[in-house]
């Protein structure tokens, strides 16, 4: 038995992506890792789902097998041109000769069929479409992509192909020999690129490295949660619940009568633990200590990918391009989105706000935990380990409600995702934030949650 179950953010809609889906759940039944399973997941978003992902975005990852370990397919210094340097499939690539069974070629041709055959428009993408107009319109190779006229944007059901992609990933599929893109693309791109901003991207892409990492552990209350280290939110999910954890008021929260005095215990932690980390709302004050503040708001997660097997492996995976469609700029020569995860002339390294995390139950229960969105994240995900393991919650209650939400209330509120905002019901629910699978005794279980996401912000 297993799962892929794996969500893309818009602004106003979460479904689940069926096409990307099936596509991870046909590697699994051809004998593939989860891994593998997770490659051809990513790269069929790339192409069906660009206002979220590209192959010019980044990734962090955790894969959990018996031991944890996690890779951060992202820069460690921010971009100096206006376009984010891309990292997607030199970690796809780093994953594969690490966990891959299946070969890289045939993991990529699934993208490629969907580039060169063409796919169908989902609500998903429509509604990014729709939202991000002006951005589609202003982009000739966007819109090339995804207007029906000069006026009109393509909507749900309507056919788009691009081959100029599927060359390129054709290419990649045949051509990629070690964890740095193949010469011709880079060329390819360089070619489409400004050229005062030549150079520096040159400069940037040869200077990739990337490396597995140790993730960061936390042991409470019977339970281990492994999490993704800097520059992602890990550590303020980590830190967050480790401030939970240390209070002696946690005694006797379990019960009903004490569910204020819970979510208050959490979310007071919360708040010391962002502030401490240098992450805060742009209106809030405070007397409490706090780091050099990033000179961005960290980049939100675009997509959310999860796949569980019988075994109680879990791999999980978040995405971005760190604005809806990135810089809105594709490369003629490539058909490759770029995203616009840079910041400027500063060189201080962006962060990211995924917290992909695995948590280690008792009798061999695993969980798989990602969330889309922004500063909710470590937050949500806080708040739903707390309920299901503190509060003793079952799975869907800790990952579908909050454990109190207000109507009006303070910029701390609001950054957590705590009030309510009556335009972002989508047939009369939230849009999704959170998604746990839950691996245990040869069962896969997966909840998600409606709650809203909260302020969308990118570099």
């Known amino acids: 038995m297993f799962g892929v179950y794996l969500y893309s953010n818009n602004l106003s809609v979460f479904p689940p992506v069926e096409t990307c889906s099936r596509v991870g759940k046909e590697v699994l039944a051809s004998d593939g890792t989860l891994i593998d399973a997770g490659i051809a997941t990513a790269l069929c978003l790339a192409v069906v789902h660009p206002h979220t992902t590209s192959l010019g975005g980044i990734f962090s990852s955790i894969y959990y097998n018996g031991m944890a370990s996690v890779l951060n397919a992202m820069p460690q210094e921010a971009s100096q041109t206006k376009y984010g340097i891309p990292h997607l499939l030199q970690g796809l690539w780093s994953l594969h000769q690490k966990h891959g069974r299946n070969s890289w070629s ?16 989902d609500e998903v993408l429509a509604a990014a479409l729709k939202e991000k107009h002006q951005t589609v319109k202003s982009s000739m190779e966007l819109c090339n992509l995804f207007c029906e006229s000069k006026n009109t944007l393509k909507g749900v059901g309507a056919t788009v192909r691009n081959p100029t992609l599927g060359d390129v990933l054709q290419q990649i599929a045949t051509s990629m020999t070690d964890h740095m893109l193949p010469t011709a693309v880079i060329q390819s791109l360089l070619h489409d690129l400004d050229a005062r901003d030549k150079d520096t991207f040159s400069n940037a ?36 619940l480790q401030e939970t954890y240390n209070k002696s008021v946690l005694e006797g929260v379990r019960s009903d009568t004490s569910m204020y005095k819970a979510y208050h215990l959490l979310l007071n932690a919360s708040i010391i633990t962002y502030i401490k980390s240098g992450v805060r709302p742009r209106d809030s004050p405070t007397t409490i200590p706090t780091e050099t503040l990033p000179p961005c708001s960290p980049a939100p997660v675009g997509s959310t990918i999860l796949i569980a097997s019988k075994n109680g492996s879990v791999f999980v995976m978040s995405l971005s391009l760190n604005s809806t469609f990135g810089s809105g700029f594709v490369s003629p020569s490539t058909g490759i989105l770029m995203s616009d995860f ?12 995924a917290s992909p995390s695995v948590l280690l139950g008792m009798e061999e229960e695993s969980l798989g ?5 922004s500063s909710s994240i470590p937050f949500s995900l806080a708040q739903t380990i707390f ?22 209330a303070d910029s701390w509120h609001k950054y957590f995702g705590l009030v309510e905002r009556k335009e972002e019901l989508v047939n009369g629910e939230y849009p999704v934030s959170t998604i746990v699978v839950d691996v ?4 896969v279980h997966v909840a998600t949650s409606h709650g809203p996401c909260c302020y969308y912000e990118g570099f």
């Open 106 to 121: 045939q993991l990529v041709n699934y993208a490629v069929q969907l580039a060169k055959e063409g796919f169908l428009v």
């Open 387 to 408: 309920s299901y393991v503190t509060l003793k919650k079952n799975l869907t209650e800790s990952v579908h409600g909050t454990l109190l939400r207000y109507g009006n």
């Open 369 to 373: 935990l990602g969330a889309t969105g």
């Open 205 to 240: 892409m040869s200077k990739i490295e990337l490396k597995v990492e140790e993730p960061i552990e936390l042991h409470f209350e019977g339970m281990t949660l492994y999490s993704t280290p800097d520059p992602t939110a890990g550590k303020i999910l980590s830190d967050s």
């Open 342 to 353: 840079a910041c400027g002339s500063e060189s201080l390294c962006p962060m990211f706000w």
């Open 440 to 443: 245990q005794a040869e069962h």
